[in-house]
């Protein structure tokens, strides 16, 4: 069973910086395409950051995109999500999932994609 565990929230002024990390067990993440998602209270979780399982392509949500940086290390098993000049938009629980996937090219955007998700981390940005 893949689990996934989420690190590096907190709470920072607008302007600041944080650096996610995920840590994946339980299977080899080089075989997963990765993803971050967010979800703020009552509101639909939605789509953050994703990265191929060769780690070759990425693609962002248009209101992060030039401020977040999605990377991994899969030979340390982890993927990490680089967040700089927050903004209080940017508060929310983050999360990150696995999507297998058989090619090292590939990038999942959407929710049902994924198969494995972690229980979340808090990243809170006062103004």
């Known amino acids: 069973q893949v689990q996934l565990v989420e690190s590096g929230g907190g709470l920072v002024q607008a302007g600041g910086s944080l650096r996610l990390s995920c840590a994946v067990s339980g299977d080899r993440l080089s075989t997963y395409c990765m993803g971050w998602f967010r979800q703020t209270p009552g509101q639909e979780r939605e789509f953050v950051a994703t990265?191929?399982?060769?780690?070759?392509?990425?693609y962002y949500a248009s209101t992060v995109k030039g401020r977040f940086t999605i990377s991994r290390d899969n030979a340390a098993n982890t993927v990490f999500l680089q967040m700089n000049s927050l903004n209080a938009e940017d508060t929310a629980v983050y999360y990150c999932?696995?999507?297998?996937?058989?090619?090292?090219?590939?990038?999942?955007?959407?929710?049902?994609?994924?198969?494995?998700w972690g229980q979340g981390t808090q990243v809170t940005v006062s103004s």
């Open positions: 990265i191929s399982s060769g780690g070759g392509n990425t």
């Open positions: 999932a696995a999507a297998p996937k058989l090619d090292p090219f590939s990038t999942v955007v959407s929710i049902p994609g994924y198969s494995f």
